[in-house]
């Protein structure tokens, strides 16, 4: 039978990290979260609040199961304290930073070296088979696990075995993405995998278009999602997602498959030098007053 983890370890409290934990918990799974941000922490926690509480009025979870998922959740002060709570699964959410997450493998490396603990990256782009070889002699422990925005919501973990991994690891990922309630898909490690290869040079698309005048962000958006049934525009993603994060990764895109056609568009680019990130900043294409 395929080894599923008892305790996971979340490595960021953001978006990502905060739905990762979630999911893990609602899946019945005890969950020890960390974020080096001052704030990060209540800010997770009002978040969940929110996400479960909106599950419960549409009768996706019981509030008691949701009472008992939040419960289920540990804040921890250090990294080192994932390890002496006994996580014997990582998921690290940390920030799109190749130097970051080769730093943060390396440590957890020589932290966790009971062969039987998988580390997990949630990068969306950042090459799955570099992270491992900052792993060194856990290499082979070491896998994507790309989840969705909002996490809660979508269906999708793309797992993405690096060169190193071992077979074994990536049948516990799809057992545990199982568990997990999503439905896992494999993509091998090439820049972007299939979500953001795809994904990303049509969102980049879209910024060329309303550059060139070709509409408004508003009828690109309009003839995007009543012309091909997308929840939300392209653009509209794109704030979702965060204007630097699209940039960041069309520039994983170049650089990995050696073709400037995957450059970021000037007017993206030119967003993001003005502090335009999206809903995170309160504008990027679209204003967000409240955010
Ligand atoms: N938890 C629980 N409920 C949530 C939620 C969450 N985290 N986020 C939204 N909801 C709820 C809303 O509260 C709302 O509830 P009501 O109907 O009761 O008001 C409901 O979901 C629908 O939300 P909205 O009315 O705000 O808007 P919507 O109908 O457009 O749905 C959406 C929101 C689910 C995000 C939908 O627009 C969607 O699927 N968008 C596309 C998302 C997408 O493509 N994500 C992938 C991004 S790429 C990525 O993540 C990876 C990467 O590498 C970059």
Not at 94 to 104: M, N, P, S, Y
Not at 138 to 157: K, S
Request: aromatic share 6%; hydrophobic share 45%.
């Amino acid at each position: 039978m395929t080894q599923l983890p008892t305790k996971v370890g979340v490595l960021g409290a953001g978006q990502m990290g905060g739905g990762i934990a979630q999911v893990a918990a609602v899946a019945g799974l005890q969950v020890c979260v960390y974020d080096a941000f001052p704030g990060a922490v209540e800010k997770c926690r009002g978040v969940h609040k929110k996400s479960l509480g909106k599950l419960v009025e549409k009768g996706k979870v019981t509030q008691a199961d949701a009472d008992a998922s939040l419960a289920r959740i540990e804040f921890v002060a250090s990294v080192e304290d994932l390890k002496s709570r006994g996580c014997d699964w990582i998921v690290e959410a940390v920030i799109e930073d190749a130097k970051l997450k080769k730093d943060l493998f390396a440590r957890l490396a020589s932290l966790f070296t009971d062969e039987r603990v998988v580390l997990a990256t949630n990068t969306s782009s950042i090459s799955i088979t570099e992270i491992a070889t900052a792993a060194g002699p856990a290499a082979g422990r070491v896998v994507g696990m790309h989840f969705f925005n909002p996490v809660p919501l979508m269906q999708l973990v793309e797992v993405i075995p690096a060169v190193q991994t071992a077979p074994g690891v990536t049948e516990r990922t799809i057992a545990l993405a199982t568990k997990m309630g999503k439905t896992p898909l494999k993509a091998n490690d090439r820049a972007g995998f299939i979500s953001n290869r795809v994904l990303m040079p049509m969102l980049n698309e879209a910024f060329y278009a309303w550059m060139e005048g070709v509409a408004e962000p508003e009828a690109i958006d309009g003839i995007m999602k009543l012309g091909c049934n997308f929840p939300m525009g392209p653009l509209r993603l794109a704030d979702f997602i965060g204007l630097d994060t699209c940039v960041n990764i069309m520039n994983v895109l170049a650089d990995g498959l050696n073709n400037d056609r995957y450059r970021a568009c000037p007017l993206l680019k030119q967003l993001v030098a003005a502090g335009r990130l999206g809903d995170k900043s309160g504008r990027g294409v679209y204003e967000y007053p409240g955010k």
